[in-house]
């Protein structure tokens, strides 16, 4: 299994600032994923993050809310802009396990509150 | 489109009894199914998966699920429940067949089991 490392665990922010969560992974891999998880709902998939290539957003999502980095094969960040109370949510970082019926690994998830 | 629906919100059970989760999916061709938990400020952990072949699949913790594709359901079930096994229970489907390797998550059911 892969191990994901997340940052910040958990932050307040004010309404209107960004903020930039790191994912780092201990082996390479090709995708990786960001999800979203409201407060006592579902996950929800922003996009998908591809090294060397743009993220591929879900519908909902758009690139100037959510910008994706993804310099190399371990790491990854996700960014939440201008950001309101309803951005207030866990944001999960995962990778698939090899093969094409790997099942997901998530990190700890980071705990945004929005004031 | 995939889907995948937990009906209970909630799950109740004294500790030593068998307790089950229920999921049902839908899914145009073939589902890859999954079973993850979530303790209280935590990320997902995997617990089991069917891709194919026996219908019972066991998984970490005592779990096992049971896949029927004539009721298309795929319920997590275990014969004694701990009071640890208190916890958010996601139940998640791919389509094999899918254009997209999208993973889907139900909305989630709290298990508590009682001491």
């Known amino acids: 299994s892969a191990v994901i490392s997340q940052k910040p665990s958990r932050d307040i922010c004010q309404r209107g600032t960004s903020l930039t969560i790191q994912c780092q992974v201990d082996?390479?891999?090709?995708?990786m994923f960001w999800y979203r998880q409201q407060p006592g709902q579902s996950l929800t998939l922003i996009a998908t993050a591809n090294q060397g290539s743009e993220a591929t957003y879900e519908s909902g999502f758009v690139i100037d809310k959510f910008p994706i980095s993804r310099p190399n094969l371990t790491f990854s960040t996700l960014t939440v802009s201008n950001m309101s109370p309803e951005d207030s949510s866990i944001y999960l970082c995962?990778?698939?396990?090899?093969?094409?019926?790997?099942?997901?690994?998530f990190g700890e998830g980071s705990r945004l509150t929005v004031l | 489109a995939q889907s995948v629906a937990q009906p209970e919100d909630q799950v109740n059970v004294a500790e030593g009894n068998p307790l089950t989760v229920k999921c049902t999916y839908s899914v145009s061709g073939n589902p890859y199914l999954f079973w993850y938990v979530q303790y209280p400020n935590r990320g997902l952990q995997f617990l089991l998966k069917?891709?194919?072949?026996?219908?019972l699949v066991k998984g970490s913790y005592g779990f096992e699920a049971e896949f029927n594709k004539s009721q298309t359901s795929f319920h997590l079930k275990k014969p004694s429940a701990l009071v640890s096994d208190s916890a958010l229970y996601f139940c998640?489907?791919?389509?094999?067949?899918?254009?997209?390797?999208?993973?889907?998550f139900g909305t989630g059911t709290l298990l508590a089991v009682q001491p």
């Open positions: 082996s390479q891999v090709t995708m």
């Open positions: 998640a489907v791919r389509d094999q067949g899918g254009a997209t390797n999208k993973l889907i």
């Open positions: 995962s990778v698939r396990a090899p093969g094409e019926t790997g099942e997901l690994f």
């Open positions: 069917y891709i194919t072949g026996d219908n």
